[in-house]
């Protein structure tokens, strides 16, 4: 028995074309064939979305047993499933080490949004973030990113040509994690959903959120040409620093400069910043004028998240009032900036409350919360 079929079958799923291609030649499939191999199982792993290497029917049935003998079109185990009171449904994935993320579907009218983890854990340690109570554990792997879009389109029975009836029609990279800290493995996880041969998501209806790793900012608009969002949070440098740690490392100004040459930044392809909106610590009035002070010259809209809470946060939600006054300063200057309805919150699903089942609040993530509450002379919740 050769090395090769000796090892344990490896899935499919979540490879690219250049993957792909390695497969097929390593069973021995002639060069001048491969390319075309590679877009029959590229259109039965990405638009059928088949669970069987038998069912490749375009296959022969010699290729299909080569292909069985060291491959399987195994998904991520879902461990766990939460549908919320208002659709929302949260799945809890089992990787191959033993290790957990989440994803989050949202269903809205004429939309279905999924929310993609590019990290188990995360290193962000940003203080109204549950997910940055998490250490950040490892990167996850190209195809483990599309195989979450593949197991949720499993779960929805999402599997049909007609794109506009599809239950998933736009992707944010919002998950857990911190998507430019994984770069190479989210560049080639995007390309392979966005691909128009597959299961063909427009890349304008697909957004990558990062808390502003600056040197990764134009590289990843080059080589994927997805929307941008930025985890804003406040205006200014020593407030931001203690809401996103990593603007010690990459401040608003230098943050600020590469979204303005971020590739093909214009009317039609705005930055969306967020901003959570947390009580008498960042919406003010004030901060809502320096907001747009800020942005001036950048397409853009902005998102109001109203804080989600999570067991030992420091923070409160603003008011309704107070956002909706927020937003009105705002949105009197010209800016976009919706205010974001809360989902799933009845699961811990929403914005900011991501983490797996398996990471309880330890006694060092109790005392982070507790430092991130002194600096702040709030209590912990």
Known sequence: MSPLSAQPPTSLVGLNRTALKQVLANIGVADKEQNMRVRQIWSWLYVQGVQDIDKMTTLSGALRNKLAERHTLKRLYVSEKQVSEDGTRKYLFKLHDGHEIETVYIPETGRGTLC?????????????????????????????????????????????????????????MMGMGEPLYNTDHVINALNVMSDGDGTALSKRRITLSTSGVVPEIARV?????????????????????????????????????????????????????????????NDSDADAHELVRLLSGIPAKINLIPFNPWPGSPYECSSRNRIMKFADIVNH???????????????????GQLKSASEKMSAADRKQAELAAQRLNRPVN
């Open 221 to 281: 608009g080059d080589a994927t040409g997805v929307m941008l969002a930025i985890s804003l949070h406040a205006v200014r440098d020593d407030l931001r620093n203690e809401l996103v740690p990593l603007n010690k490392k990459y401040p608003i100004e230098e943050l600020l400069d590469a979204c303005r040459a971020y590739p093909g930044l214009s009317n039609a392809r705005r930055i969306t910043f967020e901003y959570v909106m947390l009580k008498d610590v």
């Open 333 to 351: 200057a010209g800016y976009a900036s919706p205010v974001r309805t809360p989902r799933g919150r009845d699961i811990m699903a929403a914005c």
């Open 116 to 172: 993609i983890s590019s990290q188990v854990g995360c290193t962000l340690n940003c203080t109204f973030c549950h997910t940055g109570t998490m250490r950040l554990v490892r990167n996850l792997e190209p195809h483990e990113i599309v195989s979450q879009l593949v197991a949720v389109r499993d779960d929805l029975d999402d599997w049909q040509n007609n794109e506009a009836k599809r239950a998933v029609s736009n992707i944010v």
